[in-house]
């Protein structure tokens, strides 16, 4: 993973053993939740891509998320999450950073964010890191299960 300045920071993939934590963790730093924020889908999501999730913890306690999938064409990422009392410490750049070596690592070639357009505080900091939005483009969505 990426190396980082601060030694008290320390970034890793999630295993099965984290989930209920990641899941709690969410419901407090995370903007909103999503239909596959249960633990058989993150469940799926680390057994199918055991280094996609990624955990931002210092001193022992989880200050940070971020879901970097690769699909083999394109980047993705998901759940960039820190805990409001760990936001402009450094966590989310790091969290960012070592999604974008696993994503460089798989030879992806460019990354794109899910970012809520409400979530104006959000768009700082993915300014501040490089990334930059695509008004053009929309999401759409179709639930396949209730």
Not at 93 to 107: D, I, Q
């Amino acid at each position: 993973m990426a190396a980082m300045n601060d030694l008290s920071l320390s970034i890793r993939s999630a295993t099965p053993a984290d989930l209920d934590e990641v899941l709690a963790f969410w419901k407090v730093a995370a903007e909103g939740t999503s239909i596959s924020d249960d633990r058989d889908g993150v469940a799926r999501l680390v057994e199918r891509d055991p280094e996609a999730l990624i955990l931002a913890e210092r001193e022992g306690e989880l200050v940070g998320t971020v879901i970097a999938g690769f699909d083999g064409w394109r980047c993705h990422l998901y759940r960039l999450a820190v805990h409001p009392d760990q936001r402009r410490r450094g966590v989310g750049s790091a969290l960012l950073a070592a999604a974008e070596e696993r994503f460089t690592a798989l030879c992806g070639r460019r990354a794109d964010a899910m970012v809520l357009d409400r979530n104006t505080s959000a768009h700082q900091a993915w300014r501040a890191a490089g990334y930059e939005p695509e008004p053009q483009w929309s999401r759409w969505v179709k639930h396949l299960t209730d």
